[in-house]
């Protein structure tokens, strides 16, 4: 229903207010910001500019802006003057409707052939990834009785997590014996950057040979400040008795691709390490 009263406003935006004859002009563009930033994390807050361009004798606009509720929430809008005759306009879960126009009766109409914002929205971080900030139900009116769809630029918001702000301490605590034939390999990690991340252990037990005998692996989120024990289970039922073992681990990070929207694994930092401990003994 919401959607649908929406629709009708659009559709009647430039007609309620027509005073001339249409004519012929440029056709506008309504354009949503690519924001990429990764300072903006959980928490934070941010507002965006939607603009206008190629527009003559501008009335009015509607539109709405579509966005990822897991990753953001919209907190607020603002029309810019002189667009400030509000009709029906409202903040939604996953979407913001926006419909504009001149005071009335003082409706001179406004050009614009380079970017102008016309609307502001603020938006609060939920989490890290990526969300499309996308126009649709979009149109502008102007006072000679037009009102066109006009052309439409999506933009997107991501908060990239940088590899250069992972950096773990880890400590491989040890291992020990779960039961019979099953032994515990346990790493320490502490995230003393200052982004949240994925942390993978791995492990690699190797004999007295140097063959790999086992390996493991265990991966948590870990946020700034968090410190993580993660372990794996070794079934050591085919293992030589007696025999004595080493244990290898290594602690990668993943970071978030703002491109793709996806996690990568971490290629900077100081965040991977390779350790050898004492052996270890099976009786």
Same mark, same amino acid.
């Given at each position: 229903?919401?959607?649908?009263?929406?629709?009708?406003?659009?559709?009647?935006?430039a007609?309620?207010?027509?005073?001339?004859?249409?004519?012929?002009?440029?056709?506008?563009?309504?354009?949503?910001?690519?924001?990429?930033?990764?300072?903006?994390?959980?928490?934070?807050?941010?507002?965006?500019?939607?603009?206008v361009q190629?527009?003559?004798g501008?009335?009015?606009?509607?539109?709405?802006?579509t966005?990822?509720?897991?990753?953001?929430?919209?907190?607020?809008?603002?029309?810019y003057?002189?667009?400030?005759?509000?009709?029906?306009?409202?903040?939604?879960?996953?979407?913001?409707d926006?419909?504009?126009?001149?005071?009335?009766?003082?409706?001179?109409?406004?050009?614009?052939?380079?970017?102008?914002?016309?609307?502001?929205?603020?938006?609060?971080?939920?989490?890290?990834?990526?969300?499309?900030?996308?126009?649709?139900?979009?149109?502008?009116?102007?006072?000679?009785g037009?009102?066109?769809?006009?052309?439409?630029?999506?933009?997107?918001?991501?908060?990239?997590?940088?590899?250069?702000?992972? !950096? $773990?301490?880890?400590?491989?605590? =040890?291992?020990?014996?779960?039961?019979?034939? *099953?032994? #515990?390999? /346990? @790493?320490? &990690?502490?995230?003393?950057g200052?982004?949240?991340?994925?942390?993978?252990?791995?492990w690699?037990?190797?004999?007295?040979?140097?063959?790999v005998?086992?390996?493991?692996?265990?991966?948590?989120?870990?946020t700034?400040?968090?410190?993580?024990?993660?372990?794996?289970?070794?079934?050591?039922?085919?293992?030589?008795?007696?025999?004595?073992?080493?244990?290898?681990?290594?602690?990668?990070?993943? !970071? $978030?691709?703002?491109?793709?929207? =996806?996690?990568?694994?971490?290629?900077?930092? *100081?965040? #991977?390490? /390779? @350790?050898? &401990?004492?052996?270890?003994?099976?009786?």
């Open positions: 229903m919401k959607t649908a009263i929406f629709a009708l406003l659009v559709s009647m935006l007609s309620t207010f027509a005073i001339m004859p249409a004519f012929s002009q440029g056709e506008p563009t309504l354009a949503a910001p690519t924001v990429v930033d990764p300072t903006l994390i959980p928490g934070s807050t941010f507002s965006i500019d939607i603009t190629d527009v003559t501008m009335l009015g606009y509607a539109f709405r802006l966005y990822d509720p897991t990753v953001l929430m919209a907190t607020g809008f603002e029309s003057a002189p667009f400030t005759e509000a009709w029906p306009s409202g903040l939604h879960l996953g979407y913001v926006m419909a504009y126009t001149w005071p009335l009766p003082e409706y001179f109409g406004t050009d614009a052939v380079e970017p102008l914002p016309v609307a502001k929205i603020d938006f609060t971080v939920l989490d890290f990834g990526k969300s499309g900030l996308d126009l649709s139900l979009v149109a502008v009116a102007d006072v000679f037009g009102s066109t769809v006009p052309m439409v630029n999506n933009g997107f918001f991501s908060n990239p997590n940088v590899g250069a702000n992972v !950096v $773990f301490q880890a400590t491989l605590l =040890g291992h020990k014996k779960v039961s019979g034939n *099953t032994e #515990s390999v /346990t @790493t320490q &990690v502490q995230d003393v200052t982004a949240v991340t994925w942390a993978r252990a791995k690699i037990v190797v004999d007295a040979l140097g063959v005998v086992a390996s493991a692996q265990s991966t948590a989120l870990i700034p400040g968090q410190t993580l024990r993660l372990s794996a289970d070794l079934d050591v039922t085919t293992w030589d008795r007696p025999a004595s073992y080493n244990v290898q681990y290594t602690v990668e990070y993943f !970071v $978030f691709n703002g491109a793709t929207g =996806g996690w990568v694994l971490g290629t900077k930092g *100081t965040s #991977s390490k /390779t @350790t050898v &401990v004492k052996s270890f003994k099976l009786v």
